[in-house]
């Protein structure tokens, strides 16, 4: 099995980032996320993580800032691109991402975190967050596309999360939910990464009755997921 950035002549199949924490080796990982997160800080049991946020000075919408993280990708194995940051800051990353590593010929694999809501736009009228993780899914989907059958040097995989543990609001209003807890996410994330040739994944339950995924604003989503 020959992969397209391997030089030579392989004679058996490799596991491709089988080992996240162990002895052997540590992915080195970058993470747009506040420090004190309580889900980001949960990729620290898969990877060696550097958090990248406003609170350590990182601004995904300073040129200068965006800059000098593109500069950083290669002493990075992944990106998590986490942060929303509003005004559709996790696509600009990713473009920038891409149009970087294809610029400089950099391979590398970038996560991006998305949500089940961007698969409902005008869930939520009063919020454009819908729009920009469906933003987010198109860009992923464009640059996965490119790198497979086009030789793009970014291999990007897209992660759609529904309502996460711990979720305030929504135990208060919405206390029949069911919520994803973060071990199951990170199970999901190590499913991927030991699959590179999964690029996209949904993780929410199935629900009882009929819910709202959207905090009581929009349309009504029967619980069958």
Avoid: W
Wanted: glycine share 6%.
């Amino acid at each position: 099995i020959r992969d397209r950035d391997v030089t030579g002549v392989q004679t058996c199949a490799l596991p491709i980032l089988k080992y996240y924490h162990t002895q052997e080796y540590i992915m080195k990982v970058r993470i747009t996320c506040d420090p004190s997160h309580e889900f980001g800080k949960r990729f620290t049991e898969l990877f060696d993580i550097d958090f990248y946020s406003r609170r350590n000075g990182f601004d995904i919408h300073n040129r200068q800032n965006l800059e000098k993280f593109l500069s950083e990708t290669s002493n990075y194995d992944l990106t998590i691109n986490f942060s929303r940051a509003m005004e559709f800051g996790q696509t600009i990353l990713l473009n920038n991402l891409d149009q970087y590593c294809n610029k400089t010929k950099t391979n590398h694999k970038v996560l991006n975190i998305g949500s089940y809501e961007g698969t409902v736009l005008m869930n939520h009228p009063t919020s454009g967050y819908d729009v920009e993780k469906a933003t987010l899914k198109i860009a992923h989907r464009k640059i996965a596309t490119e790198h497979m059958l086009f030789e793009g040097f970014l291999d990007s995989y897209l992660i759609n999360l529904n309502y996460l543990e711990n979720n305030g609001s929504i135990i208060k209003y919405h206390p029949h939910i069911k919520m994803l807890d973060f071990d199951s996410v990170l199970k999901n994330v190590k499913y991927m990464m030991d699959r590179p040739y999964i690029k996209e994944m949904y993780v929410q339950y199935k629900q009882p009755g009929n819910f709202r995924i959207n905090d009581g604003y929009g349309i009504i989503i029967p619980g069958v997921f």
